[in-house]
């Protein structure tokens, strides 16, 4: 049975495509694995979990949470731009090796709201971002598992 939560929806509640004891493996999943991703058909039930996965784990994070919604075809400047937007992301628009470099140094969730979007050199980008950055963990909703590294794949 779904879960209500304050907050969201007109009424002041929402509710979570997911029950309370599967939220509570996903939460633990993203503490310890270095991606998970939530897969469902419709975008708005994966999206509203994956954002409250964020909103919830975010103080495990030293430097949070970023999250970027993919809304149309996305390369790697695209993605790099989109992060740079977030708040408490100092690096340029256009320079993606200052990028990795600086979240190489992080402790942060990532957040990728409809992975489906990211083209070859994005997903090669997250890649190689995962072998050199320890403290950064990627949580992504899409129609499919994101394509970097082994992780794990939550279905709704």
Do not use: K, Y
Request: proline share 6%; net charge positive.
């Amino acid at each position: 049975m779904p879960m209500r939560e304050p907050g969201g929806a007109p009424g002041g509640a929402r509710t979570l495509p997911t029950t309370s004891t599967e939220l509570s493996r996903l939460l633990t999943a993203v503490r310890r694995g270095r991606v998970l991703t939530v897969t469902a058909g419709f975008r708005a039930p994966r999206s509203v979990l994956v954002r409250e996965i964020a909103h919830r784990i975010s103080s495990n994070f030293c430097d949070g949470t970023a999250v970027v919604a993919l809304e149309h075809h996305t390369g790697l400047r695209e993605l790099v731009a989109a992060l740079g937007r977030g708040p408490g992301m100092p690096f340029p628009v256009c320079g993606t090796a200052r990028a990795a470099s600086w979240l190489a140094e992080r402790d942060m969730l990532l957040v990728l709201d409809d992975s489906g979007h990211l083209d070859a050199e994005a997903l090669d980008w997250l890649r190689a971002l995962l072998t050199f950055a320890p403290g950064v963990r990627i949580l992504a909703a899409g129609r499919h598992p994101l394509a970097v590294g082994q992780g794990r794949v939550h279905r709704l």
